[in-house]
RNA sequence: GGCUCCGUAGCUUAAUGGAUAGAGCAUCUGACUACGGAUCAGAAGGUUAGAGGUUCGAGUCCUCUCGGAGUCACCA
C-alpha cells in the first residue's frame, strides 16, 4: 500500500477508536508539507473538528500521537493552526527509493483487462495535416499512452474522411490543370501535392466568381438580396456558398463528380483511388515523424451509409419521431438540447446518421465498453446530442463515451484559413522546430563527436519534445494562440529543460558504469538535505499524477509534473555534490536519487510521447 | 437571443474548497578552481474581470453583471 493510503487508513481508525465516528479514507486530505513549515505530509484536521468536539490543535495532537504509534513510516509531528505536519522517518524513505529504483513499472497500473477506443487524428484527405491535427494527434496519442498506464488495454482508430466534396474538389483540379503530374515527377511531398490542387480549385473557383459579380445576373441578384445596409463586398463574400452551389460552373462540374462518384463509376473511383494513395503515403509519413500510430482505420467511403438501420430501431422504440415530409427527428428539448434531425426527408443520412451507425459497428469490432473522440471542440454540441442519442438507443457503451474536447489553435493574427494562406502545416512546423535544435545544438558543440545518424535522432527529440511539450502542457480545453517563437523556445518551462535534467542523470550513471562505482550502500545516510527531501516527494507523488492524468484525459498534469520534477533535480545539482559527496553512502543516496528521477522523468515523458536523448 | 466553455503578473500559464495564489518568458542583480550554465540563486511584477452569497476557510461552489470564444443547418 502507499504511504498516503497508509496514513489515511490510519486516520479513520483513529477517528473510529478516539471519537466513535466513521470516516472514509477519501475525505481524508492530505498534502504536501509547504517549505516554510517542518515536516513531509500536511493533514487537513478541520473536517474533523466537529466530530471531536475539540480545538483543532487538539485533535491534531491526538492524531499525530497516533499515527507516530501505529504507522513505522511516520517519526513525528507538529500542529499548526490546524494543520497536522507529519514527519517521515529515513528509513522509509531508504526503502521507498530502493523500491522505485528497482521497479522499472513505477508509477503504473496492472492491467486491468477493459478496453478503451480512443479516436483521434481523423482527416479530411483533400490536403496535407496542419497545426489542428498536431495538437490532436499529440493529445489523442498521449492519452493512449496514459491510459496505457493506467492498465487499460487501448484500441486507437481514426476515421478518415476520404469523400465529399472537399476531395472532389483536388480531383477535378488535377483532372482539369494537372496534365499528368504525379508527387515524383514534380519531387514534392505526396499529401502537399494534392493539397495544392485543392488550393488551386479555390483560386480558380475565386476568378469565376469575380468574373461572375460583374454579369448582369449577379447585379440582379445583388439588387434583390442585398441588405439595407451591407455593401456589394460584403453581399458577394457571403454570397458565395450559394452561389457555388447554383450558378457555378466548377460548383457544378465538383457536384457531377461527386454523384458519379455515389454511382461507383469506375473512371471517377479510380482517380479518387489514385488521389487518396497519394494522401496516405505523405500522412503515413507526417505521423511517423510524430511518433504516433493507429490500431485500425475506418473510411467515410465504407462507413457514411451507417446508421440507418439504429434510425429505424429508434423509430419502432418510439425514441425517435418521423415527420410528415419522411424527416426523422429526435427531440431533445428536456434535457436542454434543440430537436435534431436524424434523416433527410428524402431518406439519406446527415453527419450525425454515421456517427451513430459508426458507433455500434466499432463496438461490434472491439466490444469497447468505453470510447474517447478527440475532437475540437467546435463541435461540443454535437457530441452532447450525439450521446444523449445513443444513451436514447439503449446501446450497451453509451454510458462510457467521452468527448476528449480541445481548443481550437489559433496564430495570433485569429484563426488559420486555408483561403487566406495562414495554415500553419505540420511538416513544417517539424522542420522549423528541429532546425531550431540544431542551431542550438551547434552553438553548444556537445554532440560534434557523435556519428551523423545519433546527432538527427537527437536533435529530431530535442526539437519534437519542444514541440509536443508546449502543445501539452496547457489544459487542453484552453484555445491556443500559436505563437511560432515560443513554440520553439529550449529554456525554461519547456521539453528540452526537461530533457537536459535527464541527460544529466544519465551522465552521471554512465560514469557508475565506467568507473564502477559503489551505489548500492546508502542505508546509512541519514542527513537527508531538503532539496533531496523535495526530489523524494516529488518521485513519490508519480503514480497519482499518472492516475491524475488518467481520469481527466489530461496529459497537462504530466507536464507540469515532469517540469517541476526536472526544476528539482536541478535544484539539487547545484546544491550538493554527486560524486564528490561527503562519504560513500551520500554519494550512493544521491546516485541512487539521479537514477530514481532519470527513470522516472523518461517514463513521464513517454505519455507525452516525447523521447529521452541520452546526450544533447 | 438560448446553451456551453473561458477570463489569474506586461505575455504564456499552475493550483482534489485549505496555510503567505505557484511557475516560465520578458526586465534587473548575482553564481563556473565544471558531477554538462539548454542550469542555479535573488529582485521586481497579483484587489485571481466586477459585485453579492455559502463556508471555520473561496481563484475554485451558488447568483447577477461585464468581456471573449464556440454553437444553435434536411453542411461535415
New binding site residues.
Given amino acids: 500500500m502507499n504511504l498516503l493510503e497508509t496514513i489515511k487508513a490510519s486516520i479513520t481508525n483513529a477517528i473510529k477508536e478516539l471519537y466513535g465516528e466513521s470516516v472514509s479514507a477519501e475525505k481524508v486530505?492530505i498534502?504536501p508539507?509547504?517549505v516554510?513549515?517542518t515536516g513531509d505530509y500536511?493533514v487537513?484536521i478541520?473536517?474533523f473538528v466537529k466530530m471531536a468536539k475539540k480545538s483543532p490543535d487538539a485533535v491534531g495532537a491526538e492524531l499525530g500521537a497516533y499515527l507516530v504509534d501505529r504507522v513505522d513510516a511516520v517519526a513525528g509531528f507538529n500542529v499548526?493552526?490546524?494543520?497536522l505536519?507529519l514527519e517521515i522517518s529515513n528509513a522509509w524513505w531508504h526503502v521507498f527509493l530502493g523500491e522505485v529504483v528497482s521497479t522499472p513499472d513505477f508509477g503504473k497500473k496492472p492491467r486491468n483487462n477493459r478496453t478503451v477506443l480512443l479516436e483521434y487524428s481523423s482527416p479530411n484527405t483533400n490536403k496535407p495535416l496542419h497545426l489542428g491535427h498536431v495538437r490532436n494527434c499529440l493529445l489523442g496519442w498521449s492519452c493512449s499512452q496514459i491510459l496505457d498506464a493506467a492498465g487499460y488495454d487501448v484500441k486507437k482508430v481514426q476515421i478518415i474522411?476520404d469523400r465529399?466534396v472537399a476531395i472532389c474538389k483536388s480531383m477535378l483540379a488535377w483532372q482539369k490543370y494537372g496534365l499528368g503530374r504525379t508527387p515524383a515527377s514534380e519531387g514534392v511531398k505526396s499529401d502537399h501535392f494534392v493539397g495544392d490542387y485543392y488550393v488551386l480549385f479555390e483560386q480558380k473557383a475565386k476568378e469565376e466568381y469575380e468574373v461572375w459579380q460583374q454579369t448582369s445576373v449577379a447585379r440582379a441578384i445583388f439588387e434583390e438580396k442585398h441588405k439595407p445596409e451591407q455593401g456589394e463586398k460584403e453581399f458577394f463574400k457571403e454570397y458565395k456558398n450559394q452561389w457555388f452551389n447554383t450558378a457555378s460552373v466548377l460548383g457544378a462540374e465538383v457536384r457531377e463528380m461527386l454523384l458519379n462518384w455515389e454511382s461507383g463509376d469506375e473512371a471517377t473511383l479510380s482517380l479518387w483511388k489514385q488521389m487518396n494513395s497519394w494522401v496516405y503515403a505523405g500522412f503515413d509519413d507526417t505521423y511517423e515523424r510524430m511518433g504516433v500510430s493507429f490500431d485500425k482505420l475506418y473510411y467515410?467511403s465504407d462507413t457514411y451509409l451507417l446508421g440507418k438501420d439504429l434510425v429505424e430501431e429508434g423509430l419502432a422504440k418510439g425514441v425517435f419521431y418521423k415527420?410528415e415530409?419522411g424527416?426523422v427527428w429526435i427531440d431533445l428539448s428536456d434535457v436542454?438540447y434543440?430537436q435534431k434531425?436524424l434523416l433527410?426527408?428524402?431518406g439519406t443520412s446527415?453527419?450525425i446518421t454515421q456517427d451513430i451507425g459508426t458507433a455500434r459497428k466499432r463496438y461490434q469490432d472491439f466490444g469497447a465498453e468505453s470510447v474517447i473522440y478527440t475532437v475540437a471542440?467546435?463541435?461540443?454540441?454535437?457530441f452532447a446530442v450525439l450521446f444523449e442519442v445513443l444513451k436514447r438507443l439503449g446501446e450497451p457503451y453509451a454510458n462510457g463515451l467521452y468527448h476528449l474536447s480541445y481548443g481550437l489553435v489559433e496564430l495570433p493574427t485569429g484563426?488559420m484559413k486555408t483561403r487566406e494562406g495562414t495554415v500553419v502545416d505540420a511538416d513544417d512546423l517539424m522542420d522549423e522546430v528541429i532546425r531550431v535544435?540544431r542551431d542550438?545544438?551547434e552553438k553548444?558543440g556537445?554532440l560534434s563527436g557523435i556519428s551523423e545518424d545519433g546527432r538527427e535522432t537527437i536533435l529530431k527529440r530535442?526539437g519534437l519534445g519542444a514541440l509536443k511539450f508546449f502543445m501539452l502542457r496547457?489544459?487542453p480545453?484552453?484555445?491556443?494562440?500559436f505563437n511560432p517563437e515560443e513554440s520553439v523556445?529550449?529554456?525554461?518551462?519547456t521539453g528540452?529543460?526537461i530533457q537536459?535534467s535527464f541527460?544529466?542523470t544519465n551522465?552521471?550513471l554512465q560514469?557508475v558504469r565506467t568507473e564502477s562505482i559503489d551505489m548500492s550502500s546508502f542505508s546509512g545516510y541519514m542527513d537527508i538535505q531538503p532539496c533531496e527531501k523535495e526530489l523524494l516527494k516529488a518521485i513519490h507523488e508519480y503514480p497519482d499524477v499518472v492516475q491524475q492524468a488518467a481520469a481527466e484525459y489530461d496529459p497537462?498534469?504530466l507536464a507540469?509534473y515532469c517540469f517541476n520534477l526536472a526544476?528539482s533535480y536541478?535544484?539539487f545539482?547545484?546544491e550538493?555534490?554527486?560524486?564528490?559527496a561527503e562519504s560513500i553512502a551520500a554519494r550512493a543516496f544521491r546516485l541512487q536519487l539521479s537514477q530514481a528521477t532519470g527513470s522516472v522523468l523518461k517514463s513521464g515523458m513517454q505519455l507525452l510521447g516525447i523521447e529521452m536523448p541520452e546526450?544533447?
Avoid at 480545453?477 to 494562440?481: A, F, Q, T
Avoid at 523556445?489 to 518551462?493: E, P, S, Y
Fill in positions: 486530505q498534502n508539507t509547504p516554510e513549515f500536511t487537513v478541520f473536517p499548526i493552526k490546524g494543520f505536519n474522411n465529399g467515410e415527420k415530409d424527416s436542454g434543440d434531425v433527410r426527408s428524402d446527415v453527419y471542440d467546435e463541435q461540443n454540441y454535437h484563426r535544435a542550438e545544438s553548444r556537445e530535442v496547457v489544459n480545453r484552453k484555445k491556443m494562440i523556445d529550449l529554456h525554461g518551462q528540452p529543460f537536459y541527460v544529466r551522465g552521471l560514469r497537462s498534469h507540469n526544476k536541478n535544484r545539482w547545484h550538493v555534490k554527486i560524486l564528490g546526450r544533447m
